[in-house]
């Protein structure tokens, strides 16, 4: 299960970095496509994860809006699960309804965050399953 989760955290790391989203909130937020790359790698340590610039949290608002998963704090699950579901991720599903309450913060870069975290954190979970 371990390696299985692994390739599923590297192939949504590719699909984001390979995808229009990326390129448009890299251009939004003012991060070249290296700084993008390393954050979403260190992203995946824990210790890290909870130490992120500002503009990398709002980096990860913005993929989260374009991909409408969020608008804002609102998470959009429903259009959540079907973009996964379309970028081949559908094992994501049950994820993203467990984090459904995860969208709070003391404004939108948090929110955003604290939901890829989430993500991230059950994802890490499915791996010692």
């Not at 959009?76 to 973009?83: C, H, P, S, V």
């Not at 049950?94 to 965050?113: F, T």
């Not at 954190?121 to 399953?129: H, L, S, Y």
């Given at each position: ?47 890290i994860r909870d130490q992120m610039d500002q ?32 970028m081949g991720l559908a094992k994501l599903i ?20 604290n939901v890829f975290k989430c993500v991230l ?9």
């Open positions: 299960m371990k390696t299985f989760v692994i390739a599923l955290i590297v192939l949504m790391i590719q699909e984001i970095i390979a995808g229009p989203e990326d390129v448009i909130c890299r251009q939004k937020i003012g991060i070249t496509f290296e700084e993008s790359s390393d954050f979403l790698q260190r992203a995946k340590i824990p210790e503009k990398y949290k709002c980096f990860v608002l913005c993929l989260m809006e374009e991909m409408n998963i969020l608008d804002g704090c609102s998470y959009q699950l429903e259009l959540g699960k079907q973009r996964v579901s379309e049950p994820i993203l309804d467990s984090c459904k309450d995860s969208s709070v913060g003391s404004e939108p870069c948090d929110c955003g965050y954190d059950g994802m890490m979970a499915m791996e010692e399953q």
